[in-house]
């Protein structure tokens, strides 16, 4: 089974995260420069609410992985302690000094693998380097020439129904309720009380399931659409679920839906009524990279394809995404795209590439938002239960790292400090297993982060 699928929208708020932390004695083994990790007295520069207000203990988690300068890595004693930690020749491994971008250890780094979720890091990156991080959309209600009212969807992947019908954890996302109130308020006061109500979800074109993704995999991610409340659901048709779900709203707040919502295309000429703002996009990527979001990552996905002026489907947003990785240098010849999540077992990308991608990241502004997002080891997201034997106990704290699970693949992308002050920047991969390899390949993270690396 893919236990990274298996995260998918199934959020828990993130409790007592600075105490996972401080208690594996992460704090003052490196200065405030190592961020992304436990920093004793530092001020937070997370996001407002990104932890649970019932968090406790000393320090804090500073956002993500800056550019540097941070100690040399030693590629002698990079190899080293992966060999010591049990590599086998047959994975694929690239070790990266941040500060120069240099690889320092390479195993089969060119080598094209299937990289499971950790093709999230290729679409959320891509995406934030080219619309920015402060990006939002909005969610509208128009008013047609002809009389009637649309619903048009924005491509919001987060927006929910209510407040209360939102679980993850952070700042709350808009809501179809407010939409609905704000509404009926504009309506009731040009004396409107009854409407004729549609639904548009044209802004995402094609295919809303990818060809690729098998029946097991249908549990884990929702249909992709540009309207959604909830994340979807499981009627195979959710613009028009959620124009139900947003009539039955607006009939509470005292505006009358005449008859069921219909899909059609909102008018050029419509005017706006009222509408609601999505989170900025670095908080929905952060959202996406720590719980490994399918249905996120798919709708990003569209929107880089839209940002590059293509169709807004699974072609289009591949030949998006591909043109995002070559501008930033992180396109190799034996990489192939087919999707936004890591779903498809035909991707194919090299342990060069992903390692590359964190590096890039760190030297931007809008990109290291995204590097926030990445589990951090026995705490938070999709690397919260691991990390916690001793096999691996080293890296608890201190690894942060995206994850990728398939049947037939496991990944782990992300850095760590060592020892002694460095920070290591890695990719590790096994093709052939799924879930039995993730002890494998946190054995090999921990070997890093208790490694004394520098040169």
């Not at 931007?364 to 026995?378: E, I």
Request: proline residues 5%; contains cysteine.
């Amino acid at each position: 089974m893919n236990s990274t699928r298996r995260q998918s929208g199934r959020r828990r708020a993130v409790l007592g995260v600075v105490v996972a932390l401080a208690a594996v004695g992460a704090g003052g083994r490196f200065g405030a420069r190592a961020a992304g990790l436990l920093v004793d007295g530092g001020a937070s520069t997370a996001p407002s609410g990104l932890y649970a207000a019932e968090d406790e203990g000393v320090g804090v988690v500073d956002p993500a992985l800056g550019p540097g300068p941070y100690p040399e890595l030693s590629p002698g004693a990079v190899s080293g302690a992966l060999s010591d930690a049990g590599l086998d020749p047959s994975w694929a491994v690239s070790v990266r000094d941040p500060t120069s971008g240099d690889e320092v250890f390479d195993q089969n780094g060119g080598q094209a693998i299937i990289p499971a979720s950790n093709l999230k890091l290729m679409t959320t990156t891509s995406l934030l380097d080219a619309v920015g991080s402060d990006t939002r959309w909005t969610t509208s209600v128009v008013a047609e020439p002809d009389g009637g009212y649309t619903l048009v969807g924005g491509g919001d992947p987060l927006l929910a129904s209510t407040e209360s019908a939102y679980h993850g954890e952070g700042p709350r996302p808009a809501t179809s309720q407010e939409l609905a109130e704000r509404t009926a308020r504009a309506l009731s006061a040009q004396g409107v009380t009854s409407i004729s109500l549609g639904y548009d979800e044209s802004l995402f074109t094609g295919p809303t399931r990818h060809p690729d993704w098998s029946e097991g995999d249908m549990e884990y991610v929702n249909d992709v659409s540009a309207l959604t409340i909830d994340q979807g659901d499981d009627s195979g048709d959710p613009g028009a679920a959620a124009a139900r779900t947003f009539a039955e709203q607006l009939t509470a707040a005292g505006i009358t839906v005449d008859g069921e919502p219909t899909a059609r295309t909102a008018d050029g000429s419509a005017s706006t009524v009222a509408q609601v703002e999505s989170l900025p996009l670095s908080q929905i990527v952060q959202l996406c990279l720590r719980h490994s979001d399918n249905a996120i990552a798919e709708n990003l996905l569209r929107h880089l394809a839209i940002a590059q002026g293509l169709p807004a489907d699974f072609a289009g947003g591949v030949t998006a995404l591909e043109q995002r990785m070559r501008a930033l240098g992180v396109w190799s010849d034996a990489d192939s795209l087919h999707d936004g999540s890591g779903l498809s077992g035909n991707n194919r990308l090299t342990s060069d590439t992903l390692s590359r991608i964190v590096v890039v990241a760190a030297g931007s502004d809008d990109m290291r938002a995204g590097l926030a997002g990445m589990p951090v080891a026995a705490a938070t997201g999709s690397l919260e239960t691991r990390y916690l034997d001793s096999s691996s106990s080293a890296g608890a704290g201190l690894v942060r790292a995206k994850t990728g699970t398939l049947d037939v693949a496991s990944t782990l992308t992300g850095y760590t400090p060592t020892a002694d002050g460095s920070i290591a920047v890695f990719t590790i991969v096994i093709n052939g297993s799924g879930t039995e390899a993730r002890p494998f390949l946190d054995r090999l993270a921990a070997a890093l982060a208790g490694c004394r690396c520098a040169a």
